[in-house]
């Protein structure tokens, strides 16, 4: 049986190295992946570009409109009218505006209104925009309290503490999250495109009858797999820690455990779809809308579970990948938490033995 | 001319459409795309677990932690009763905030005294850790305006916070435009990257050089097929975002569909490119693949153009996609009219024409 499973796996690996495609999906997609979302995607905003009007310029409006050129998450441009801010805005030249009206100094002091106009298009960047308004915005209080010797007027005040990345990175979850795209990609897609092929071609009836079992077709695509799979790992891991510079907290022995396991399910998943698709085309297809797609949106990768309608939450349970990341960015933030590890282990142990089952009994079913 | 590029059309959509797992890629993943990502692509916080870890016996206490649980997205979880519990069930992703309020609150803010209080995030997803301070900072800010008015002080300058286009911070109002431009160059980029590999793997292409008709007709034919299937798709999309995910649209429909007509030049442009370089179907897939996947990243769709790097802001540049989806935000939620739109067009027609003709070229000079 050895003989017969090395030969297997030797083909396999052949067909690795003389196929551009699949080291192109396992090594140059990472890398491609990793550096876009290490160095293009970023959810931490600074200067954010924003517009402020005074209808009336004076000392009080000035000594207001200070806040915003002071801090360095906004680049103030001023504008003459709420016309031309406006038009600007709609071009999307500014996020958003501070119209400080023409009475603002007359009735600084007893409730003096500042308009604060968000451009909602980007809903996200708006709701930033307006939590650092707030956060100026206190300075200045303290700052005015101070210089007309009055007591601060703010009654309860916030003091933040963030656990886990305290600076709040984005590429210190991003990175991490990645991982689990990559290792789905590696596992389901290239798995359901080689298995596919065999059928595609024809040779996979031509190895069933040859004595080699149907286990040992199955370890012979996993064993290659695997490890290309860790080598992807090993890549990703690597460039996480030494160029992205993310902290890992918890054990790398525990991190490998946990991704060999992943892996295995993402093979099974790679298996499963190459059972039900014959062609590479269909194949690929399923692959990328049921495993890579999932892994992205469905995940918790950049997307909150929690928020989404209770449906969507419900089908996120049998996508694999969400257990996946909530053990990497336990494990690259926070440490060696076992009370999220452990469960999450467990429904991988689940997910793989129901993918690998449904996978023998559709390819015993073809054989019949 | 006419009836000769007629002729092949014809040909390109029975290649395309003969075979049910054909047509059947082209219908159903988009509409299982635009449902799943329709739902489940949002920023909004909808459920944030808290806990309070609350020293302070008095009745203001009570009334700022009713201040918070009653607020719509969050849910109180568990009052705690020691200083422990609050990291553990943070780690343990029990809760995504912890409340804590010091045993002198009450008596100090009777006294007119500020008073601090804590809140401890989870910091293992930086953007919701960031919009749970933010929310967080909007019920305060309430508060404090309640206490303040009720407590005979008042406050200097007060800001008034008003989002325009999208009044609500819908974030399916931001994400739902996006996904018309992300599933309409999905699919032109399928049909049309195939489109000359198909026919360079079975030797047809030589042929097709071989009759009477010229590149430009070759081209003209082939493209347009994906043409009009591109524009079936964005109608049908968009049909789809504002019957049933109800997005406004506010701009007129014919600068909407003069924004389609330029993408989809420039989106078969590249396809017929990557599709003339490939020699085998499977090569075709990959590179429009390869395109896909950092054209959709650094468009802007989930994360801001403006947060990457300057090197990487530059590169935006000829991403198609990026002046696509700022055309359509603008058509869908500001009605931005056709003139302030230019910006965006101008640079579709330029990569559209320039691409149309590098595959033009690439039809007789990249010979097998």
Not at chain 1, 179 to 186: G, P, R, Y
Not at chain 1, 300 to 323: C, E, L, W
Not at chain 2, 49 to 55: H, K, L, M, W
Not at chain 2, 210 to 228: C, D, H, N, Q, Y
Request: with cysteine; glycine share 8%.
């Amino acid at each position: 049986m050895n003989r017969r499973l090395g030969g297997l796996i030797k083909k396999e690996f052949l067909q690795i190295v003389r196929d551009p495609s699949s080291i192109a999906i396992a090594f140059l997609m990472p890398l491609v992946l990793l550096l876009l979302f290490g160095y293009g995607v970023s959810l931490d905003s600074e200067h954010i570009p924003i517009g402020v009007v005074m209808e009336k310029q004076n000392a009080d409006a000035s000594n207001f409109a200070s806040i915003f050129h002071d801090s360095r998450y906004f680049s103030t441009r001023y504008y003459r009218s709420t016309r031309s801010a406006t038009d600007a805005m709609i071009s999307g030249k500014i996020n958003a505006i501070v119209v400080l009206k023409q009475d603002f100094s007359r009735r600084i002091g007893h409730d003096a209104p500042v308009q604060l106009i968000l451009n909602g298009v980007d809903e996200n960047t708006a709701r930033i925009v307006s939590g650092y308004v707030d956060g100026a915005f206190q300075k200045w209080l303290e700052r005015d309290a101070a210089m007309r010797g009055l007591p601060l007027e703010t009654p309860v005040r916030i003091e933040q503490r963030i656990r886990f990345n305290s600076e709040l990175r984005s590429r210190n979850f991003l990175v991490p999250g990645l991982v689990a795209v990559i290792m789905t990609l590696i596992g389901a897609l290239l798995t359901a495109l080689v298995m596919a092929r065999e059928w595609e071609r024809g040779t996979m009836e031509a190895l069933l009858v040859t004595p080699v079992s149907m286990g040992e077709v199955i370890l012979g695509k996993l064993i290659p797999y695997f490890l290309l799979g860790m080598g992807g790992l090993a890549l990703s891991v690597a460039m996480a820690l030494w160029l992205f510079e993310v902290p890992l907290r918890g054990s790398i022995w525990v991190l490998f455990a946990a991704s060999s396991l992943f892996l295995v399910t993402a093979l099974g998943m790679g298996l499963f779809i190459s059972s039900i698709a014959k062609s590479q085309f269909v194949a690929g297809q399923i692959a990328i809308i049921g495993t890579f797609l999932p892994a992205f949106i469905l995940s918790g990768f950049i997307f909150d579970i929690n928020s989404m309608p209770k449906i969507v939450q419900f089908i996120t349970h049998i996508i694999a990948a969400r257990y996946y990341v909530a053990i990497l960015q336990t494990l690259f933030l926070a440490g060696n938490e076992w009370s999220v590890i452990l469960p999450n282990a467990g429904a991988l142990v689940l997910l793989s033995v129901l993918f690998f089952g449904l996978t023998w009994k559709n390819t015993r079913k073809r054989l019949e | 001319m006419g009836k000769r590029i007629f002729a092949l059309m014809v040909k390109e959509f029975l290649a395309l459409l003969k075979d049910k797992k054909g047509r059947l890629v082209l219908i159903v993943p988009p509409l299982i795309q635009l449902l799943v990502f329709g739902y489940a692509a949002t920023f909004d916080l909808k459920h944030v677990p808290f806990a309070v870890y609350s020293e302070d016996k008095g009745s203001v206490s009570r009334d700022l932690v009713a201040a918070f649980s009653g607020a719509s997205s969050f849910s109180l979880q568990a009052e705690l009763a020691n200083e422990k519990s609050i990291s553990s069930l943070i780690d343990k992703r029990q809760v995504l905030m912890v409340l804590r309020i010091g045993p002198n609150f009450s008596s100090s803010l009777l006294q007119g005294r500020p008073s601090p209080i804590q809140i401890i995030v989870d910091g293992r997803n930086s953007n919701t850790a960031m919009l749970v301070v933010n929310y967080s900072g909007t019920i305060l800010k309430k508060f404090n305006e309640a206490w303040a008015s009720s407590h005979g002080g008042s406050i200097p300058v007060r800001i008034e916070a008003r989002a325009w286009f999208n009044p609500n911070l819908e974030s399916r109002w931001f994400f739902i435009p996006g996904i018309v431009g992300l599933l309409t160059l999905l699919v032109t980029m399928l049909v049309t990257a195939l489109s000359v590999a198909r026919e360079r793997e079975q030797g047809t292409f030589d042929q097709l050089l071989v009759t009477p008709m010229s590149p430009v007709e070759i081209l003209i034919g082939k493209a347009l097929p994906g043409f009009l299937i591109g524009m079936l798709e964005a109608t049908v999309i968009t049909l789809a975002a504002v019957f049933w995910f109800h997005v406004p649209l506010l701009g007129s429909i014919l600068t909407l569909y003069v924004g389609i007509f330029l993408f989809l030049l420039s989106a078969v442009g590249v396809g017929l490119m990557i599709s003339s370089i490939a020699v085998t179907q499977q090569q075709g897939l990959l590179g429009a693949f390869f395109f896909m996947v950092p054209a959709i990243i650094l468009s802007g769709f989930a994360t801001p153009i403006r947060n990457m790097p300057t090197i990487v802001q530059d590169i935006t540049l000829i991403n198609p996609m990026r002046y696509f989806l700022i055309m359509l935000r603008g058509v869908f939620l500001q009605g931005t009219p056709f003139p302030l739109l230019l910006p965006e067009l101008w640079p579709l027609a330029a990569i559209g024409i320039v691409c149309l003709a590098i595959a033009g070229w690439l039809f007789r000079n990249r010979m097998y």
